[in-house]
């Protein structure tokens, strides 16, 4: 099984910074990686899919970048509402595995 | 628009099974592959992916699963279900389904690629297992 890794577990920020959120998987992935973004009590909601390609409707300082092993998402001018916690997911390979979670919170 | 929703008992007691159903509505897109899937979160815990199965009824499961799950179709109901058999304690989670598509994409002439996100998702139901 892929082993996803993020870091860090938590993150403080204030409104207006650019935050970066790392993932690694155990083994090779090509661009099958997937972000999902998480409110309290909410489901998961699909963020960015191969990598780096945002779904309609999320805004645009949302990106999604890297291939192979390494990949990061970054958040451009924090804003209130991204207060969640984000995880990443393989879907290279069965069984999908998610990462463990980064945790976003605001200064 | 599709939506899901997870319908089901909030209780199990131990050592009994689990069933859960997806109905989902608003339909989809004829020309692409899905996969109905569950995904579950314990308490302040991350999320597993426990299954899926094909719109032809081909069923994949997580291995620590594999021997008491099961996830089927129901086209007709417009449903799809799951059944976690010998439940325990460690079972007790919030449980989410949601469709996964297929998207296919052509980097160069007679290449393809496959990329694979769960991009609807039920509100989910939480179970507990205890007697």
């Known amino acids: 099984d892929i082993q996803m890794t993020q870091s860090p577990s938590s993150l403080s920020a204030s409104v207006g910074d650019s935050v970066t959120i790392t993932c690694r998987s155990s083994?090779?992935?090509?661009?099958?990686l997937n972000w999902y973004q998480q409110k309290s009590g909410k489901a998961p909601k699909l963020l960015i899919s191969a990598s780096s390609s945002l779904q309609s409707g999320v805004p645009s300082r949302f990106r999604g970048s890297g291939s192979g092993t390494d990949f990061t998402l970054t958040i451009g001018s924090l804003q209130p509402e991204d207060l969640a916690i984000y995880y990443c997911?393989?879907?290279?390979?069965?069984?999908?595995?998610f990462g463990q979670g980064t945790k976003l919170e605001l200064k | 628009q599709v939506q899901l929703q997870e319908s089901g008992p909030g209780l199990v007691k131990p050592s009994q099974t689990l069933s859960l159903t997806c109905t989902v509505s608003g339909g989809s897109d004829s020309t692409v592959k899905y996969y109905w899937t569950w995904i579950r979160q314990p308490a302040g815990k991350g999320l597993e992916w426990v299954g899926r199965v094909s719109t032809s009824g081909v069923s994949d499961y997580h291995p620590s699963l594999r021997s008491r799950v099961s996830i089927s179709l129901d086209t007709s109901e417009s449903q799809f279900s799951l059944t976690l058999f010998s439940v325990t304690a460690a079972d007790t989670a919030v449980y989410y389904c949601?469709?996964?598509?297929?998207?296919?994409?052509?980097?160069?002439?007679?290449?393809?690629?496959?990329?694979?996100?769960?991009?609807?998702w039920g509100k989910g139901t939480t179970v507990i297992v205890s007697s």
């Open positions: 997911q393989q879907t290279d390979s069965l069984p999908y595995s």
């Open positions: 949601a469709r996964e598509t297929e998207e296919m994409t052509s980097p160069s002439w007679g290449l393809y690629d496959y990329y694979y996100y769960m991009n609807v």
């Open positions: 083994q090779t992935i090509d661009r099958s």
